[in-house]
């Protein structure tokens, strides 16, 4: 069985341009839920998937959107980037009605 | 909405001595709360869940909480912390059902130092 993937585990970027991070679910799970960690905060949460479809948002603006494939794979996407959009971005998948979520190790985002 | 709160963003301990890390949440139904580990650089790793079954629930590497619903508390102890305790430690409260499933508020985190 293998667990939560990311990629790329580190991604520099310049202010105004687009990144998309990759989440490998773990094997079984319909449920992939997006989280911003920013430098000494807790995870925030961005949005959920299930089963391809999206399932709540917290509160973050639109240009932070997301995709699930077929395979429950997602994508994060992140348009006009930001200073402030520099954090970890943790993925964690889930199967069905339980909520105990596996993470990935996160993508650290560094925009300059 | 659910809240959750961390007293103390860094708790110090000697090698040995109780480990206690407070959370209380906010919560107008019955809410799932979690307690997550994270190691410099890595992501989440789940200590132990309460979901509504024993309020007192035993997680790994000998954490245990338990859940308090006249105090809206879930706080985390080990009886001797060890030096490999050392990290920074989440709780999180959770619903099933409706358009919060799954979601996960945050605490914003207590870092735990163990001294020699």
């Known amino acids: 069985e293998t667990g939560v993937t990311q990629s790329p585990t580190h991604l520099i970027k310049t202010r105004g341009q687009q990144v998309t991070l990759r989440c490998s679910s773990q094997?079984?799970?319909?449920?992939v839920s997006w989280y911003q960690q920013a430098l000494g905060q807790g995870p925030q949460f961005i949005f959920q998937?299930?089963?391809?479809?999206?399932?709540g948002r917290g509160n973050f603006p639109p240009r932070f959107s997301g995709l699930q494939f077929p395979n429950y794979s997602s994508e994060l996407n992140v348009n006009a980037l930001e200073l402030d959009d520099s954090a970890l971005y943790l993925c964690?998948?889930?199967?069905?009605?339980?909520?105990?979520?596996?993470f990935g190790q996160g993508t650290r985002l560094t925009v300059v | 909405a659910q809240s959750v709160t961390q007293l103390g963003s860094h708790v110090s301990v000697s090698e040995g001595a109780l480990v206690l890390l407070r959370c209380n949440y906010s919560?107008?139904?019955?809410?799932?709360l979690f307690w997550y580990v994270q190691y410099p650089n890595q992501g989440l790793q789940l200590l132990l869940k309460y979901t509504s079954a024993a309020t007192l629930v035993k997680g790994i590497n000998g954490f245990e909480a338990e859940f308090k619903k006249s105090e809206t508390s879930f706080h985390l102890t080990k009886p001797s912390a060890h030096m490999s305790d050392a990290a920074e430690y989440f709780c999180a409260v959770s619903y099933a059902g409706g358009t919060s499933y799954g979601k996960l508020t945050f605490g914003q985190g207590t870092i735990l130092t163990v001294h020699p």
């Open positions: 964690a998948s889930s199967y069905g009605t339980h909520t105990e979520a596996f």
């Open positions: 919560s107008s139904v019955p809410p799932y």
């Open positions: 094997s079984g799970h319909n449920t």
């Open positions: 998937y299930y089963r391809e479809e999206e399932n």
